[in-house]
């Protein structure tokens, strides 16, 4: 059991989403015989996602001994803290009285700091829904009171797209794409457009899985840009496909065949023609996106992009020509 557990925690560190959500997952199940590894694996690593795959593991687990170092966590980075708010939730319902009273008492101090972030105050909030409505309702009433615009946990989301548009992004990229797909049909196109180009920096200094996981999001987002008819990001689509080695998130082209003009023929047409032949799913994502744009655009072979098209991928520009 004990080399399991070290083999587990070890998996914290992995690249890949998966196996990462794996290990906290079997650390549960495995309960308090992990704590001890688990909170020494929790001091001594400055990587962000072990340690908030420790604070998950913690949640499920509610090990009393692993109560000091989850407060302690809440003054941790942003990403880490909103973990550690949930996981203290796990406490409020312990049998020992001074257990539930300590996880309360730190969770309702973040709640009510001016000074720490929108999500990470949020997130303290969330996971003191169910103390006494008596109690809550104070806090909820000192959180509208200050100037930070905080309101109730549904605005979690708000926080996490804000913090993402100016900069700060989550360690959890689903919990943007959640943020995306909840605020994207409203959200200011210009702040669209700035989360779009902050998400890509984010993969190009990301390597394996994780970057998969990123452009995943950035994918949503020009869907939902898509959705609303806008072509401010369009560029990112276009560039995006010009520098692709391969099959992109469907979302990218569910875009492109919504919001493509003539300026994004070419690259459709060359990422046509180097896709391999095997890939038959890939390849007719972009021959319908090719024709959808063709179509909508009312592209002939005698418009200047449809010529270039024709001069050098001759089979892409047959295949999706309009009537003259």
């Known amino acids: 059991m004990t080399s ?27 309960g308090g015989r992990a704590t001890d590894r688990l909170i020494g694996a929790f001091g001594a690593t400055p990587e962000i996602a072990v340690k908030v795959g420790v604070l998950q593991a913690i949640e499920r687990i509610a090990d009393p001994r692993a109560l000091p170092m989850t407060c302690a966590a809440l003054h941790g980075p942003a990403d880490v803290a909103v973990v550690a708010a949930s996981a203290l939730k796990a406490f409020l319902d312990a049998k020992a009285a001074s257990v539930s009273a300590t996880a309360l008492d730190a969770l309702v101090e973040v709640a009510l ?17 169910e103390i006494p409505d008596a109690m809550l309702a104070k806090i909820t009433e000192a959180l509208e009171r200050d100037n930070t615009k905080l309101r109730t946990p549904s605005t979690y989301d708000d926080a996490v797209f804000e913090d993402a548009v100016e900069g700060q992004l989550p360690a ?18 210009a702040s669209m ?42 560029y990112d689509l276009r560039e995006t496909l ?23 023929v070419e690259s459709l047409a060359a990422a046509l023609a180097r896709a391999p032949q095997g890939d038959l799913w890939w390849r007719h994502q972009l021959a319908s996106a090719l ?33 003259d």
């Open 242 to 264: 010009e520098l692709s080695e391969g099959p992109l998130p469907p979302s990218f082209l569910a875009a492109m065949r919504a919001v493509g003009d003539a300026s994004c």
């Open 193 to 234: 457009q700035k989360l779009i180009d902050t998400i890509r920096a984010r993969e190009a200094s990301t390597e394996g899985p994780a970057a998969a996981v990123w452009q995943q999001v950035r994918g949503a987002a020009h869907q939902a840009l898509a959705m609303r008819n806008s072509r401010i990001a369009l």
């Open 113 to 129: 700091d001016p000074s720490r972030e929108r999500r990470v105050r949020l997130a303290a909030h969330a996971a003191l829904q």
């Open 291 to 323: 024709r959808a744009v063709a179509k909508r655009e009312r592209l002939t072979k005698r418009h200047a992009a449809m010529k270039k098209v024709l001069a050098r991928w001759p089979a892409a520009a047959s295949a999706i020509l309009t009537n």
């Open 4 to 30: 399991e557990i070290r083999h587990l925690v070890k998996a914290l560190s992995s690249e890949d989403v998966v196996q990462r959500e794996s290990a906290v997952a079997r650390l549960a199940v495995i």
């Open 172 to 189: 959890d990229p689903e919990e943007l794409r959640h943020a995306v797909v909840a605020k994207g049909a409203t959200a200011p196109l």
